[in-house]
């Protein structure tokens, strides 16, 4: 037993700088993954994300516990990063905050590109439905994956290349941009004038 007060109370007060201490070095040294000195993780990440950025560097996504960069996403997500820089289709206007849509930390089975169907605004891409095209009710009529981008789980609804060029295979040389000068989304089929009309 301690008899001396003085001593005693450098004691407790080395105690409580100890406990101070170990609480510091506890708050800014990573459960898992390096580099943010994050709690433990929240949950596992889909499984997509698994081999790449992983789950052993927390700092590759985040730039503070349960913060994530817009900008570390598009590192890697390059054609959606292109698609933004230039304003064009669903996600050209959706830079800022990714996990909005894009929650991680749900588990493998994860679906982190949710996507339905049935409510889908097309006209969100850029790229309003009109003519015959507003007839095609599956999605996947147009978005084969043969035209869209390849993705490592699930459905990509990324074109490989922009406006007809994505389902059509332009027969005039030099044009392939211009389709639309010529003909419309009811009909391929152009009405040809004589000279007279």
């Known amino acids: 037993m301690i008899a001396h007060p003085a001593l005693k109370t450098r ?67 390059t054609e959606i990063a292109s698609r933004i820089a230039a304003e064009k289709g669903y996600h050209r206007d959706k830079a800022d905050d990714c996990a909005v849509c894009h929650a991680e930390h749900q588990g493998r089975q994860a679906n982190i590109v949710p996507l339905e169907k049935e409510s889908f605004d097309h006209s969100e891409t850029g790229a309003k439905l ?40 332009p027969p005039h040389p030099g044009n392939q941009d211009k389709c639309v000068d010529c003909h419309n989304q009811e009909s391929w089929i152009v009405e040809r004038h004589g000279a007279e009309g």
């Open 130 to 169: 009109q003519g015959t095209h507003l007839k095609l009710k599956d999605c996947d009529k147009c978005h084969t994956l043969s035209n869209t981008l390849p993705r490592a789980k699930g459905k990509s609804y990324l074109f490989k290349d922009s406006g007809c060029r994505s389902c059509y295979t």
């Open 11 to 77: 004691l407790l007060g080395g105690i409580f700088v100890l406990i101070g201490g170990l609480t510091v070095y506890a708050a800014f040294t990573p459960a898992v993954g390096g580099g943010l000195g994050q709690q433990a993780m929240p949950g596992p990440l889909s499984a997509v994300h698994v081999p790449k950025p992983g789950e052993a560097d927390c700092s590759a996504c985040h730039v503070a516990p349960g913060k994530v960069a817009p900008s570390k996403c598009l590192a890697c997500h």
